[in-house]
């Protein structure tokens, strides 16, 4: 797995919350939460007390996260930060737990990425209309 930490991290905040079930490995035990930043290498849990997070930084995670139309991705994964309301990085991210994807099925992996690539294509259609609406030859002010 060591050439995944060589590559370029693609991160993307995601305007509708993806849903992420996750489960210490073997356990029944799953807990259903929300993410809305996400990258090929993790992503960031909104968590208003991450004291309370029911891992340990040493725990290693299933992970099942819903990436639209009826599809879903398996990964292991392991708390990366904890970032707590009174941290200075909680004015920018809010309080929350970054997971680190730390195994991954290589099609799964693909099926993220291009979930990811989509995604980044969506937002900088909609910004680069918005950007340009109202403006070209017929937009001038007479």
Same mark, same amino acid.
């Given at each position: 797995? #060591?050439? $995944?930490?060589?590559?370029? !991290?693609? $991160? ?6 993806? *849903? !992420? @079930? ?7 035990v799953?807990?259903?939460?929300? *993410? ?13 007390? =991450? %004291?309370?997070?029911?891992? +340990? ?5 299933? !992970?099942?996260? &819903?990436i639209?139309?009826?599809? *879903? ?7 990366? $930060?904890?970032?707590? =309301? +009174? /941290?200075?990085?909680?004015?920018? +991210? %809010?309080? #929350?737990?970054?997971? $680190?994807?730390?195994?991954i099925? =290589?099609?799964?992996?693909? /099926? ?17 209309? &918005?950007? @340009?609406? #109202?403006? %070209? =030859?017929?937009?001038? &002010?007479?």
């Amino acid at each position: 797995m #060591g050439s $995944r930490d060589n590559r370029r !991290v693609i $991160r993307v905040n995601l305007e509708s919350p993806l *849903t !992420v @079930t996750m489960g210490s490995i073997g356990s029944d035990v799953k807990y259903n939460l929300m *993410t809305r930043d996400i990258s090929n290498n993790g992503f960031f849990l909104d968590f208003e007390k =991450p %004291g309370r997070f029911p891992f +340990t930084p040493s725990s290693i995670m299933e !992970v099942w996260m &819903a990436i639209g139309n009826d599809e *879903t991705i398996f990964f292991n994964g392991k708390m990366a $930060r904890v970032v707590y =309301p +009174t /941290d200075e990085s909680a004015k920018v +991210t %809010g309080p #929350g737990i970054a997971i $680190r994807i730390i195994q991954i099925e =290589p099609q799964q992996e693909q /099926d993220l990425i291009d979930f990811i690539s989509k995604k980044i294509e969506e937002q900088e259609r909609e910004h680069g209309a &918005a950007l @340009t609406h #109202g403006e %070209g =030859p017929s937009g001038a &002010a007479s």
